[in-house]
């Protein structure tokens, strides 16, 4: 999701649809969904409804505290904004591999661009990687996905927004908690409401954060009394991001992953973040990194393959999962971790990548689980979502079809079940 906001994205990454698929609910920009087709929008009427809806809102906000002087100003000529649900409304489903993700996520401009990024900063970063234990590559990479090192930080008018998500959007109690969280950011003197912009989905600044989320975790690292995420100067955004991850158990030092190599007789069923070994353990198995050599013991670790056994193959940490926190989608967290170690002058991925695939399309994921189920696989549920009970679907129908069991979900495998 990045594509409107960023790394902490209110659209979604990958195969998933563009929304909020596989966002954590607390993450700094857990917003967004997946919407049918577009609907005609008639501001007029939705603007007398809307003022309607904003009286009888302003109860609410009293009770939960917020002053009518600060109502009163943030609401000064705000209007039912129709740009903001043509776009929660006609998100298309397009989809994305995560081959076609990292070949953005990761470029070679990106990675320039966060290594001048780190190199006119140092100093800032430094001092936010002593605070709070988070390495700066990590944070700069980051703030790299999210709006490009502070260059698409968004302009859409929050409290606009939120307002009109709140009254006519598809997640109208989501929304409207956002704008509760807004207007108590503003009450609080760290900004202006006319000054509170970001993406027409509610995150802000230059890591962007969602309303709640930057009442829970947003720094004043500059000590100007203001959590200010929307400056040109990126302190605030940066320490918040640091912050955040450092809440949910970053351990400074230890690497996100590490890409490696798997023997010929790996077996495929031990992929996946619910298993977990040593290190050493995984080494009595075969696998081994790149050039060939034995991971040090950085904790207890999972093995990823995010494009099935003709793709790359990681070995997944701790910190992989507190990235999760801020997006859950693994091209999400692959991208983080991979800009942060380019930026720090690691090699690109050495796999190679399917690249003749493509994605499913949701309604073709959706069909590949009926179709598994029908063929005595079951998926437990028809919901378009590839998780743990339809990857082990399809590795037992690969298994029962002589194929190689590595559960990804492909054009090919959809294909052989018609």
Known sequence: MR??????????LLPFAAAAAGIAPNSPTAEGGIMGGPEEIVPAAANQGFGHWIRG?????????????????????????????SKDRNQSEFTKTIWDYLDSAVSE???????????????????????YGVDKEVVVAVWGLESSYGTYRGNTPLIEALATLAYDGRRGKFFESQLIAALQIVQAGDVDPRQMTGSWAGAMGHTQFIPTSYLSYAV???????????????????????????????RRGLPWGVEVQLPNDFDFALTGERVKKSPAEWAAMGVRDTSGQLIPNHGAAS???????????????????????????????????????????????QASWPREDRALLFAERKELQERLTRA???????????????????????????????GYASVDILKRLK
């Open 303 to 349: 093995i990823l393959m995010p494009a099935g056994a003709r793709g790359a193959a990681f070995m997944i940490f701790q910190n992989f999962h507190v990235i999760e926190r801020y997006n859950t989608a693994d091209a999400y967290v692959i991208g983080v971790g991979h800009l942060a170690d380019r930026i720090a002058g690691g090699q690109p991925i």
């Open 220 to 250: 004043d690292f500059t000590g100007d009394g203001k959590r200010d995420i929307w400056s040109d100067d990126p302190a605030d955004a940066l320490a918040s991001t640091a912050a955040y991850l450092s809440q949910f158990g970053w």
């Open 3 to 12: 594509y409107t906001a960023g790394i902490m994205t209110i659209l979604a």
């Open 57 to 85: 809102f302003q109860s609410r906000a009293r009770a939960a505290g917020i002053g009518d002087h600060v109502f009163d100003s943030a609401f000064r000529g705000i209007e039912y904004n129709a740009d903001v649900i």
């Open 109 to 131: 401009t990106r990675v320039a661009n966060g290594k001048a990024a780190l190199a006119q900063h140092r100093n800032l970063l430094e001092q936010i990687e002593a605070t």
């Open 376 to 406: 005595g696989f079951d998926t437990q549920g028809v919901d378009g979502k590839i998780g743990p009970n339809t990857i082990a679907a399809i590795r037992a129908y690969q298994r029962a079809s002589g194929l190689t069991p590595d």
